[in-house]
């Protein structure tokens, strides 16, 4: 608990610089992955993350030590080499894009992992650090870190938003842009720099191999959420920021505890929310739709039943015959009685249903939609009267007044259905 | 320069290594699901560190089983969250290796009293240890390095997966739809690769750790399809590929003291690199073999 | 006018398939001779691809079924070849066109067992048939459209089957390519076979087959030429008039889930 409030009341100011070092970091990141992630290339981002290495490893070597320019300049100078063989092994060869992709990513960390074992043996007592550089270690960000590497992270959010309009282009319709004059080439290459940079400095905080989660995993979390761009890359920018902080916390809480693992489990299980609970996209929220609208179409046809009762002179139908129309349905069947009881759709007078006088309006429309539904199947799509009545029972609950307008001018007013019924109208 | 048994040794497991990995990667690429392969090598981290947890010191069959259940798992959660959640497949990959591997990477800190694997041993492994870890049998005998025989079975049982399951893994391969109406059970095949997969992955990150896994799998099938369109010469050159590598990777290892088989991957890059410059388009207009013909195609 | 047949070799019953949320084919009801050159016509989006593929089993329909040589598909499947569109296919993969038609074979060899003398054999035949016997060990990436085509046919003539579905065998295919593929169509139904196939030009289609499928999302249509291919018909498959159907497919895509399915 102590640790708790010494924390997040940043009374030490090395533990203030982390946060916000890291809540910078996450959201450059969050920011570029999604721009990237709505491109479809967001295992781009993994191959990038895993070929800053040999460049890292590179900047050390020449530095003498975990100088930062020497290793921004040589990550950047490492990813960019990756991301230039990417496009042009996709242009000159016949591989397929994730071939190259998954052979840049293991190349290079490959390569990075000789030097890495280079530096390791030599003996150099800076190289702790290096080790740094793929598993994570957020507490270990100095002030120096967080104005070169804060800085770069705000350069790249403003860039961001400022171009807003020209990246989503690139984004959603490369060839619109070329079309309307935008020089999309210069474009993809800023674009390119930026994700590189973000690698470059995400690193830190995360370290290689994980860094593909802090591109991927805050904008398709977003993306459940909402459908604009503006809100999208806000939301993953703070689910980032989020799990940066809570990471960290760990981080410092339990010393040998490396970052990233636990920035990118926070990140998941903000996923895994986004997935399951996010209104309209969400799994919880689709079956839960679903189920409303069924237990609507359920309702809807008791409805019918009842009218269709009148038709057949039936004032009104006993509880146990409805009961009897939905075999397998009697929990369904009772809530609907209930709601419908509610809306004062039906009344109940002792044991018989009857509907009232708006049940009978609404109960008309529903029977309606229908049969004129089922005559449109029939006579414009050549279906069997025999067949028209399934699609047409699915099909009442969805068709709007519009539609049934446009029904009944493109059917004429008809009086009868296939089966010979009558079609109720007011 | 006198016959290093040591030397021969590596060179050995890590050739027959690479000809599994190889072997299974032609598919993978086949089937464009080479990422998927980088994916479930991360994933099965946990799985390992939970068999080594699980079996104590023993590193056997406990570790196999671990892991393959993950690489399953894995397979699962993608194809969950691309079908139930409606989550874009690359995305879907990402998420679910990253968190499968930092999951793995948290357990290795949190079980560090009773398994000894640490970080970096997962990430590139350590084949030089080789020779010294030894397979002792109870009465004693010394029946030569553990891991050689663990690559070996692996290596016996992709061959059998692959020989067993040729027509059926062509078929899936060039055109799933074809395969599954002439009743070929495509899903049961893929699932069976992934856990093909999975198993190799395990068996083989200790000498060369779980990402270079990933490049054995996709480097030298990459290369060799830069040569050639036969599927036999394409594996047929995989193999020679990944022998090849082994052999310079090691002692170029040796000469600049690194890791082995980062060298191994590096040599492999290199290889890689040199044939997509030397196939290239651009390259073969300016200097082909066919003199007569214009190169009206300048550059690509 | 749908004209249905005693003891069909096919049989679609009230079938109802949506692709991708939206429903693509609503309540088709038919059934088809044997022994006939049956094409499948209609504007682009009106279900043919869905069709063929719901009656292998590639998609699942939202309701209705489908019955072949009166069973159903899994009891009858080395009865049915069929020949998917050709860039459903990375035409890249290492194979030469002798490995693409043995393929065929695979089916009715099963697992574990290798194709033979006698599956080598049936493929050259079958490549004989297409004019592609000297190309059996070219590799499909150096083909043309046309040769492609003509291996797939091959792949499914290897099959052996009574039953033959194809998606759009005369697409993107050269003028002799297309004669070529018509006169061997024409030989296998005069030895018995039942050839399906889903064709993109009206034009040419009016002088090939001996009977007509009019797809528009639901059946306009079903029968020989007289029947199925009159003016009013043929403006009602490729009219486009039917903002209704177009306007509920539209509700039901905005719905997260498909009422229509069960």
């Known amino acids: 608990m102590e640790d708790f409030v010494y924390f997040f009341t940043f009374q030490d100011p090395s533990i203030a610089f982390v946060v916000i070092g890291i809540i910078l970091l996450g959201v450059g990141s969050a920011y570029v992955g999604t721009y990237s992630f709505l491109d479809k290339k967001a295992l781009l981002g993994d191959a990038i993350s895993h070929a800053v290495l040999p460049g890292i490893c590179v900047g050390f070597i020449l530095a003498g030590e975990k100088n930062p320019l020497f290793i921004v300049s040589g990550a950047f100078i490492s990813g960019a080499l990756a ?43 800076e190289m702790a650090g290096l080790n740094q550089f793929i598993f994570g270690n957020a507490i270990a960000i100095l002030e120096s870190d967080v104005y070169i590497y804060g800085g770069l992270a705000v350069f790249i959010i403003l860039c961001l938003t400022v171009f807003q309009k020209e990246f989503s282009l690139l984004v959603f ?55 604009r761009l503006g809100v999208l890359v806000i939301l993953a920018g703070t689910f980032s920021a989020i799990s940066g902080v809570l990471g960290t916390y760990i981080s410092f809480v339990i010393p040998q505890m490396p970052t990233g693992p636990w920035v990118v489990v926070f990140l998941s299980i903000i996923a895994l929310i986004s997935f399951l ?29 009842l009218y269709k009762g009148i038709e057949a002179n039936k004032p009104g139908l006993p509880i146990a ?106 | 320069m006198s016959f290093d048994q040591n030397a021969f040794l590596i060179i050995i497991t890590a050739a027959m290594i690479a000809i599994s990995c190889g072997l299974l990667g032609v598919f993978m690429m086949l089937r464009k699901m080479s990422m998927t392969g980088d994916a479930i090598s991360h994933a099965v981290l946990p799985g390992i560190v939970i068999g080594f947890f699980i079996s ?77 870890d030894l397979w002792l049998t109870k009465s004693g005998l010394n029946l030569g390095p ?152 300048k550059t690509v | 006018m749908i004209t249905q047949v005693k003891n069909p070799i096919l049989e679609i019953h009230d079938l109802t398939v ?94 574990f067992k290798r194709p033979g003398k006698k599956e080598k054999e049936l493929s050259m035949e079958s490549l004989e048939k297409v004019g592609m016997h000297g190309f059996a060990n070219r590799q499909i990436s150096e083909l043309s459209g046309g040769q492609q085509q003509r291996v797939f046919i091959a792949r499914s003539l290897a099959q052996n089957a009574d039953l033959y579905l194809m998606d759009e065998p005369f697409a993107g295919v050269d003028m002799a390519t297309e004669t070529a593929i018509f006169e061997l169509l024409k030989e296998m139904t005069a030895a018995g076979k039942t050839v399906i196939v889903v064709h993109h030009d009206i034009y040419s289609a009016v002088n090939y087959f001996d009977w007509f499928i009019m797809l528009n999302l639901h059946l306009v249509a079903s029968g020989p030429k007289e029947t199925a291919m009159t003016e009013e018909l043929l403006s009602k498959t490729y009219g486009g008039k039917l903002n209704l159907l177009t306007k509920v497919s539209d509700l039901i895509r905005q719905k997260e889930f498909n009422p229509l399915k069960n």
């Open chain 3, 18 to 111: 949506s692709y991708d949320q939206s429903p693509v084919l609503w309540n088709v009801d038919l059934s088809l001779p044997s022994g006939k050159l049956i094409g499948i016509l209609g504007p682009n989006g009106a279900g043919k691809s869905t069709l063929i593929k719901a009656i292998m089993g590639l998609v699942d329909p939202s309701g209705g079924y489908v019955k072949l040589f009166d069973k159903t598909l899994a009891e009858v499947r080395s009865r049915i070849s069929y020949v998917p569109q050709r860039e459903s296919v990375d035409w890249n993969f290492p194979a030469s066109v002798l490995d693409v038609v043995m393929m065929g074979t695979y089916g009715k060899l099963g697992l």
């Open chain 2, 56 to 132: 104590g010191s023993q590193r056997g069959l406990e570790v196999i089983i671990g892991a393959g259940i993950l690489g399953i798992l894995a397979t699962l959660m993608i194809d969950w969250l691309r079908r139930k959640a409606r989550v874009q497949l690359d995305a879907s990959i990402g998420i679910t290796f990253t968190l499968l591997f930092a999951i793995g990477i948290i357990l290795i800190n949190l079980l560090a009293y009773k398994v000894d694997l640490d970080q970096e041993c997962v990430l590139y492994g350590e084949i030089a240890y080789l020779p010294i």
């Open chain 2, 146 to 297: 553990r891991i050689l025989y663990l690559s070996l079975l692996n290596l016996i049982l992709v061959i059998t997966f692959i020989i067993l399951f040729f027509k059926e893994l062509k078929v899936t391969s060039f055109d799933e739809n074809f395969s599954k109406v002439i009743g070929i059970p495509a899903g049961l095949i893929n699932l069976s690769l992934m856990s093909m997969v999975s198993y190799t992955t395990v068996s083989s990150f200790e000498a060369v750790g779980a990402i270079l896994v990933v490049a054995l799998l996709v480097v030298p099938p990459a290369t060799a399809f830069l040569w050639t369109r036969k599927l036999k010469l394409l594996i047929q050159l995989t193999i020679a590929i990944g022998i090849g590598i082994s052999i310079v990777g090691y002692y170029l290892a040796y000469f600049f003291d690194s890791s082995i088989a980062g060298m191994i991957v590096s040599v492999a890059g290199i290889g890689f690199l040199a044939s997509a410059l030397f196939k290239s388009k651009s390259f073969l207009s300016r200097f082909g073999t066919s003199r007569t013909s214009v190169s009206f195609e």
């Open chain 1, 83 to 125: 991301t230039f063989l990417s496009s042009w092994l996709n242009k000159s060869t016949r591989l397929s894009e994730d071939a190259i992709i998954a052979s840049i990513l293991s190349i290079f960390f490959g390569f990075g992992i000789v030097l890495l074992t280079i530096i390791q043996k030599s003996g150099n007592p």
């Open chain 1, 173 to 227: 319709n490369p060839d619109y842009g070329r079309a309307i004059g935008f020089p999309m080439g210069m474009i993809r290459v800023t674009f390119n720099v930026l994700l590189i940079l973000s690698v470059v400095i995400g690193i830190q905080a995360i370290g290689v191999v994980l860094m593909a989660a802090l591109l991927i995993t805050p904008g398709a979390a977003a993306r459940f959420w909402t459908d």
């Open chain 1, 277 to 305: 609970f996010a209104p309209k996209k969400g799994v919880l929220s689709r079956y839960l739709s679903r189920r409303i609208y069924l237990r609507k179409t359920h309702r809807d046809h008791l409805l019918k039943l």
């Open chain 1, 321 to 426: 015959e409805i009961h009897e129309a939905f075999p397998f349905q009697k929990t369904q069947t009772k809530q609907s009685i209930g709601n419908l009881s509610k809306d004062k759709f039906i009344t109940q007078n002792q044991l018989v249903i009857e509907l009232s006088s708006t049940g009978r309006s609404e109960a008309k429309r529903i029977v309606r939609l229908h049969r004129l539904w089922e005559l449109y199947l029939n006579e414009y799509m050549n279906i069997a009267p025999d067949h028209v009545h399934d699609t047409a029972e699915k099909l009442e609950h969805l068709l709007s007044p519009e539609m049934e307008e446009l029904l009944e001018s493109r059917l004429n007013f008809p009086k009868l259905d296939p089966h010979q019924e009558n079609i109720p109208r007011d």
